[in-house]
């Protein structure tokens, strides 16, 4: 069985936004696990996340008939739905031990051990982000990148979460250039029209081009060693 690229998207977006350059682009075998279903919209906080959730596994599935990618949605509550009131509050593995254990068996369940893992660096800290790159230690597979997570990576954050996780693994980075599929990915995020605004996108697109000063569009991932 070849190889697969297996993303894991805490959100249903991350992948596309984090890594849609380099799915595009790409020649090898797709799978994104996406974990958790929604409450959330851009007017805030919705009592109807049955609803929402349908709205943004549409989005989703849309993107994956795209790239024709295998997809595995996990309906996992994500953090506003567990009880946070806020997604830039401290992760609490204690408190989402269960839930924990059950991404853990997720990824384990639907990878091989030749397959590449990629998992969010938990750029900003995101509450569900941070729970996903914890995993990191209890993967059967250790064929693992982690990846620059968007927007969140264009709030600032990025040389400070990556000094942090460097204190405890080894990190080689990667940069993909993503020139020649910028302005598909940018239609691609054009899908997410319940979850991204379109300054979003401006921002995704100027930050792909200012990580280097060559006036390429880049995406940047890190080889855990």
Not at 34 to 47: D, M, V
Not at 93 to 118: A, G, M, Q, V
Request: proline fraction near 2%.
């Amino acid at each position: 069985m070849q190889p697969k690229k297996v993303i894991i998207s805490p959100h249903m977006d991350d992948a596309a936004l984090s890594m849609g350059g380099s799915i595009l682009q790409n020649t090898s075998q797709i799978k994104i696990i996406t974990l958790c279903a929604s409450n959330w919209t851009l007017e805030g906080i919705s009592s109807d996340s049955d609803k929402i959730t349908s709205i943004r596994r549409a989005e989703e599935q849309q993107f994956i008939n795209k790239i024709n990618a295998e997809f595995v949605f996990c309906n996992l509550p994500e953090a506003t739905m567990r009880g946070y009131n806020d997604w830039t509050l401290k992760c609490d593995l204690n408190k989402d031990k269960s839930l924990f254990k059950k991404i853990i068996c997720i990824i384990n369940e639907n990878t091989n051990l030749d397959d590449e893992i990629y998992l969010p660096a938990a750029i900003g800290e995101h509450v569900d982000h941070t729970l996903v790159f914890e995993t990191i230690k209890y993967l059967n597979n250790k064929n693992i990148r982690i990846y620059e997570d968007l927007p969140y990576a264009t709030y600032g954050g990025t040389t400070e979460r990556i000094e942090k996780i460097r204190k405890t693994y080894q990190l080689t980075e990667q940069l993909t250039d993503i020139t020649t599929q910028i302005d598909k990915k940018v239609d691609c995020l054009q899908i997410y029209t319940s979850q991204l605004t379109q300054e979003d996108i401006t921002n995704v697109k100027k930050y792909a081009q200012n990580i280097r000063k060559d006036k390429k569009f880049y995406e940047r991932t890190w080889i855990i060693n």
